[in-house]
Structure formats: structure tokens, C-alpha cells
């Protein structure tokens, strides 16, 4: 499996009135070539700056003091802004969380889904055209031929996501990423949303990072899952390592809070208590110990490392450290351990 | 679209004829006749010249008189200026007048959109500053100031331009620059805030996710956009240019309809009065309804209304 993207050490600050924003501390990912790579978190974790630094689409007010973020070992963050433009779109593309505003809303639909093609490649205007129709046809927009020249305000939010989706895939990506491209659908639509972007996937063999902040989404989607918080990743594995086999206690309080089939929606989801630290002035030990019901001396003393779980499973924290002492997690993922020793034995989790 | 403009145009005439009805009795109610300051006419003179325009007959009479005229395209004869119909009077004076307001509304937007984008581009930088203040500058100096400072300058201490003369080109860029100031303040103004938003809103990110350059991204997707809102103000802009363009004629000595307005006032002259408040106001509701044509031409969502919407 070839690494195509590989972040390493990224930091990201934002200059403020108040003073620096460490919004990024120091985040390292990379993504295989035809996967799909889950980020989840709590919303103001830093999911979209991380992605946002890679096509370099952040803020006026933002700085990267540090890191690489190396795409088939180029490092982007050495690129001129004009070396930036002919990867955007072209080869690295973006679809964005809010359907109902991020299509422009003067210009017919047609020549959205054109231009990336009309911008990286030379051909005609009509070639490029019959490629759009082409594109809103593969991305589920009903007689795609007469609704070019419709005007976004005529479609539906769904389909507008759609149309934002075949923006990002005309011209063949290799790495697609979608910033909580569901968050703003009703349920029945997300779910038609995400079969789409499998079905893509399948058909032009685009590598996907996926960002959410909600789990329950990921497991449809991603062979990887990253979990962030406050700016940092504090657990990556497969799906099923993450869901069945979780370490970091984050992790636990985030499955915890994701409804599930046995839960109806009235029920009363466990939400992380607390809330997330104030990144003016990042804590000095681990940032989730006040929030964190197993925290210990030297949590508030000292950043966990990764620990190896498994060949493609790490957790910070240092509950994984050989002289921790051994916690009881919450009976919820004592059960979720149990499936995962299913799983292990060959068994299928369901 | 075609049977909205069809509406709009009923609406013009509807308006046009409630204001000449407004304001033909508004002027019965003026102090002093037409013919105050001509004491040596006889009380059987002025009787005589009274039966001439009709100014015997009850006011009922008169504006029945006055208004099946007007839907002849008839404005009546002006009581001074040689008896000259009222349409001629102004039909005469229009072209000047025409001219520097035009050239005024038209430099004024133009160079006022493109102060306000550099401005909004170039946020918080020198650009920037230098912008606000000539906008703050061209809205807060008077057009008479303007003309007056302009004349002193330009024409009567370094001879670029003529002091007071209405020929050739040359003599229409002092007016139409006085004139010009506050609409580009105006305009500029509002781009560089509408810029500044539609700068920072999601789908100009997903055009630069495209691949757009910054240039692209402005020139494709954000003048556009910002235009919308900029085009509802120019309605409001052609008329103070209109207002402003009375003084500013008498300052330069151009023989147009301002000048003309504020004269036939001081006289009395109703049917130039009246015949000119009609004029302004066909023009005001005209500019009104192509700046609407314009404003659903440059914006979809007017144009098309929300149909087929979820
Ligand atoms: N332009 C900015 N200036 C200052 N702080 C910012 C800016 N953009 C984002 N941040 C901060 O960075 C953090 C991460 O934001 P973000 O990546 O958008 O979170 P999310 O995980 O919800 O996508 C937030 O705490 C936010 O306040
Ligand atoms: S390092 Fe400490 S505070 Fe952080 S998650 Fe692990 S146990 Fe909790
Ligand atoms: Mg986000």
C-alpha cells in the first residue's frame, strides 16, 4: 500500500486579540492509497484546520510554525501558491460541510461542475460541459442535461450536496476530502450521501479522508479511524479497533455518546462531561485529564506518547503505560471488548 | 420576466399621473401668480393675459385641462421664455444635462466598484485605508464645493480645463467630476463591505478549492455577488446627482435643465414647473425600474423567483 499523503508534525496557531490560538499541536496521519480514513472528534477539535492546512485554504490570521505535509514525498507546505493552485481541484479536492452555501449562487450549475476542468486542462468549453452533465448524472441529479443551466437556489439541500460532490470528483481526484459533508442532511439523506461517495469511490479509486463528529457514520464508510481532541490525535486504528478495541478514554466517552440500535432517540445519551480546553493556554499534561474520570498524577504533569496497541492500533494515554495501574473501563466498552475477542476468534460482530 | 416589465411600466404612468395631480395643486397653493412681478400691467391687462392661459377658469377646469395634455404629451407653454412650449424648453436643455449626469453616474459607479474591491481585496492594509478615506471624501464634500474648488484649480488658476463654457468634451469634465465625487464615495463604500462578506463566505473557499487563482476567484465569483446589493443604491445615487446637477450647472454656466428649474421657481413659471417635476419624476421612476430589471438580471434568484425550491 502506497502512502500518498503523510502528515507529520503539523502545528497550526492563529494569531487572535487575546493572544496565540494553538489550534494544531502537533498532528502526524498519513493516508494509503484507494482508503478511506475516518477523523472524528468534538466540533472545535481541529478536524477542519488539519484538513484545511493541506490545500492551504486557512485564515489570514493563521501561521504553520512547524510540521511537513508530504504528498508522494513533496512537501505542500513548501509550495508556491501558484504550484497550490494546480493541485487544488485537480488532484487534491474539498467538499464542504454546508450544501446551502457553498455553491455560488449567480452562476448555473453547469459551469460549477466545469470549471475545475476549464482551469487545470485545456479543452473546450463544450467538452468540458458534456464531462459536468456527465458528472451530475454519476452523482444521482435527475436529467442532469436541462437542469445545467438551473441556479442552486432551485435545488434541494441534498442535492445540492450532490452537485458540491461532483465539483469535487470532475476531474478525477486523487485524494477527495469531505469536511463533514452529512452534518447539515436529515438522517435519510446522509445515509444516500455516504452510499454515494462509496459508490465513487469504487468507480474512480479516489482515496478519502472523511471528517465527523459523529462515530456513528464512520463504520459505513472508513477502513481507518483517527480520533482527535484539542487539536491533537489521541487515537488511530482500524474501524473495528477503534469500535471494539478502544484504549483512550476520549474514545470511550465518544462511543458512549453515539446512539446505537437499542437506543432510542429519547434516551439520554452519555455526553462527554466538561468541556474541551482553551487552546490560548493548552494544559501542560494531557488536555482531556480534567474531563477524564480515570486521569492521574501524571496526566496533569506530562503529555502521554502514542502506545503501540497493535501494528496499525495506538493510543495516547497513559493508561497504556506498563506501569499504569489496571482501570475497569465502563461496562459499555467491557462489552465492545468482548465482540472484539469474537471478532478475533473469527466470529462476525454484529 | 417579459410581463413583470409590462406590469412595472403600468405602475410607471399609474405613479407619473397621482404626482402631476399632487403637484399641480401643491402649486395653487404657492404664494404670488406668475405675473407678480409685472406691477405695470393693468387690473384689465392681467385679466386678458390670465384668459390666455386659461387661469380664470376654476382650478377643477384648469387641471382637467392641464392633465388631458399631458396624456397628449402637451406640458403647456411657459408663461416666461418667449412662450416656448414646455416639451421644447426641455427637450433644449436635456442634452447637457443628460450628459454630465450620465458621465457622472457612470464614472462615479465604475471607479467606485473598483475602489471598493481593491479595498475589500486588500483588507486592512494601506489599500485599504486610502480607499475609505478618498469614499469618506467624495461623500462628505458638497457637489457646489466640489465644482466650485474644481473651477477655481483646474480652470481659473492652471488653465487645464475652461472656467465656464459649454462646447466640446472638454467642458463636461469639471461638472461631471463634481458630480461624480458621491457616487463613487457611495458605491465604493458598499462593495468594499459587501466584498469583504461575500470574501470570507463558503462558496468563494470552494472556488479556491478549485484551483481558481485569487484574481480568478474575484473576477469569476466575488464582483459578481458583490455587485447585487450595490446595484438597489443607484436609484437613490441618480438622484442626488440630479439635485446636485442643478447648482452644479449654474456654477459651470451650462444651459440645462437645473438651471431652468431654478429659474422658472423664482418666476412663478407653473407650467415649467409642473412640466419639469414630471420630467424628474419620469426619470427617477425610470432609473428606478432599469436598476430592478438590472438587479434580477444580475441575480438568479430574483429573476427566476424561488420556484422549484425543495
Ligand atoms: N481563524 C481562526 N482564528 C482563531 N481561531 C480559529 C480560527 N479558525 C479556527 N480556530 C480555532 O481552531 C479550533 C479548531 O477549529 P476547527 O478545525 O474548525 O474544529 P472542528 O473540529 O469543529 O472542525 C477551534 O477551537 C477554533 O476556535
Ligand atoms: S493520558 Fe491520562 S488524562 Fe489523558 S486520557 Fe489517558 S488517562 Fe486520561
Ligand atoms: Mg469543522
Known amino acids: 500500500m502506497e502512502k500518498i499523503l503523510d502528515v ?37 477539535s481541529g478536524k477542519s484546520i488539519t484538513v484545511r492546512s493541506i490545500l492551504q485554504l486557512l485564515a489570514k490570521n493563521s501561521d504553520i510554525p512547524e510540521g511537513q505535509i508530504l504528498y508522494h514525498g513533496d512537501d505542500l507546505l513548501q509550495k508556491s501558491d501558484k504550484e497550490m493552485d494546480a493541485i487544488r481541484g485537480d488532484k487534491i479536492a474539498m467538499i464542504f460541510q454546508d450544501p446551502m452555501t457553498s455553491l455560488d449562487p449567480t452562476m ?49 439541500g441534498g442535492q445540492r450536496q450532490r452537485i458540491v460532490i461532483a465539483i469535487a470528483i470532475v476531474d478525477y481526484p486523487e485524494i477527495l476530502i469531505a469536511d463533514e459533508p452529512t452534518t447539515a442532511l436529515d438522517v435519510t439523506v446522509q445515509a444516500q450521501i455516504i452510499d454515494l461517495l462509496k459508490e465513487l469511490q ?35 486504528g482500524t474501524v473495528d479497533e477503534i469500535f471494539y ?31 474541551p480546553p482553551n487552546l490560548l493556554n493548552p494544559p501542560k499534561g494531557d488536555a482531556f485529564a480534567p474531563r477524564n474520570s480515570y486521569a492521574m498524577e501524571i496526566d496533569e504533569e506530562e503529555q502521554p506518547p502514542f502506545f503501540k496497541v497493535s501494528k496499525t492500533h495506538y493510543a495516547a494515554t497513559w493508561l497504556l503505560h506498563p506501569d499504569a495501574p489496571k482501570v475497569t473501563p465502563p461496562e459499555s466498552i467491557q462489552k465492545r471488548f468482548e465482540k472484539f475477542q469474537a471478532l478475533k476468534s473469527g466470529g462476525s460482530v454484529k | 420576466m417579459t410581463k413583470y416589465i409590462l406590469k412595472r411600466i403600468l405602475y410607471l404612468f399609474l405613479t407619473l399621473f397621482i404626482i402631476a395631480s399632487i403637484t399641480f395643486f401643491l402649486m395653487k397653493l404657492l404664494p404670488g401668480t406668475p405675473f407678480t412681478n409685472q406691477n405695470r400691467l393693468s387690473h384689465e391687462q392681467l385679466a386678458i393675459v390670465k384668459a390666455q392661459y386659461g387661469l380664470d377658469q376654476p382650478v377643477l377646469i384648469q387641471y382637467l385641462r392641464y392633465m388631458g395634455g399631458l396624456f397628449q404629451g402637451n406640458l403647456g407653454t411657459s408663461f416666461q421664455f418667449n412662450n416656448e412650449p414646455v416639451t421644447q424648453l426641455i427637450g433644449q436643455r436635456l442634452a447637457p444635462s443628460m450628459q454630465i449626469g450620465a458621465q457622472a453616474m457612470i464614472v462615479g459607479t465604475v471607479l ?40 477655481f484649480y483646474l480652470a481659473f488658476k492652471w488653465h487645464i480645463y475652461p472656467v465656464a463654457l459649454w462646447d466640446n468634451f472638454q467642458s463636461s469634465v469639471l461638472p461631471t467630476l463634481a458630480l461624480a465625487a458621491l457616487p463613487l464615495g457611495n458605491v465604493a463604500r458598499f462593495m468594499r463591505t459587501e466584498m469583504v462578506d461575500v470574501m470570507s463566505s463558503d462558496y468563494i473557499e470552494l472556488a479556491k478549492s478549485k484551483g481558481n487563482s485569487s484574481w480568478q476567484v474575484v473576477t469569476k465569483h466575488a464582483l459578481r455577488n458583490s455587485l447585487i ?20 450647472e449654474n456654477i459651470f ?23 419639469l417635476t414630471i420630467f424628474y419624476s419620469f426619470l427617477l421612476i425610470l432609473v428606478i425600474l432599469i436598476v430592478d430589471i438590472l438587479y434580477g438580471f444580475i441575480d438568479p434568484r430574483i429573476r427566476l423567483g424561488n420556484g422549484g425550491k425543495e
Open chain 2, 253 to 275: 454656466s451650462i444651459p440645462g435643465i437645473g438651471e431652468q428649474f431654478v429659474k422658472s421657481i423664482t418666476t412663478n413659471d407653473y407650467p415649467t414647473i409642473m412640466g
Open chain 1, 108 to 156: 448555473p450549475i453547469g459551469k460549477q461542475v466545469a470549471e475545475p476542468l476549464l482551469i487545470h486542462h485545456k479543452v473546450s468549453k463544450k467538452e468540458a460541459m458534456d464531462r459536468a452533465e456527465e458528472v451530475l448524472r454519476l452523482v444521482g441529479i435527475p436529467n442532469p442535461k436541462a437542469r445545467m443551466k438551473d441556479y442552486p437556489h432551485q435545488f434541494s
Open chain 1, 202 to 236: 469504487e468507480k474512480i479509486g479516489t482515496s478519502i479522508i472523511f471528517i465527523t463528529h459523529d462515530l456513528g457514520v464512520v463504520a459505513g464508510i472508513a477502513d481507518r479511524v483517527a480520533v482527535m481532541y484539542a487539536g491533537k490525535f489521541v487515537e488511530y
Open chain 1, 8 to 44: 507529520k508534525n503539523l502545528h497550526v496557531n492563529f494569531a487572535t486579540y487575546n493572544g496565540t490560538v494553538q489550534a494544531i499541536r502537533g498532528v502526524d496521519f498519513h493516508l494509503n492509497s484507494g482508503e478511506t480514513l475516518a477523523i472524528v472528534g468534538e466540533s472545535g
Open chain 2, 229 to 248: 446589493p450595490v446595484v438597489t443604491i443607484i436609484g437613490p445615487m441618480a438622484v442626488s446627482v440630479m439635485t446636485g446637477s442643478m447648482v452644479v
Open chain 1, 245 to 275: 478495541n478502544p484504549q483512550h478514554p476520549y474514545t470511550w466517552g465518544l462511543l458512549d455518546s453515539m446512539p446505537t440500535l437499542d437506543t432510542s432517540e429519547q434516551d439520554h445519551l452519555n455526553s462527554i462531561p466538561g468541556t
Open chain 2, 112 to 151: 467606485g466598484i473598483l475602489l471598493g474591491a481593491f479595498a475589500a481585496i486588500r483588507k486592512n492594509t494601506w489599500v485599504d485605508t486610502l480607499a475609505t478615506f478618498i469614499s469618506i471624501l467624495g461623500l462628505s464634500i458638497p457637489s457646489f464645493v466640489l465644482a466650485v474648488l474644481l473651477q
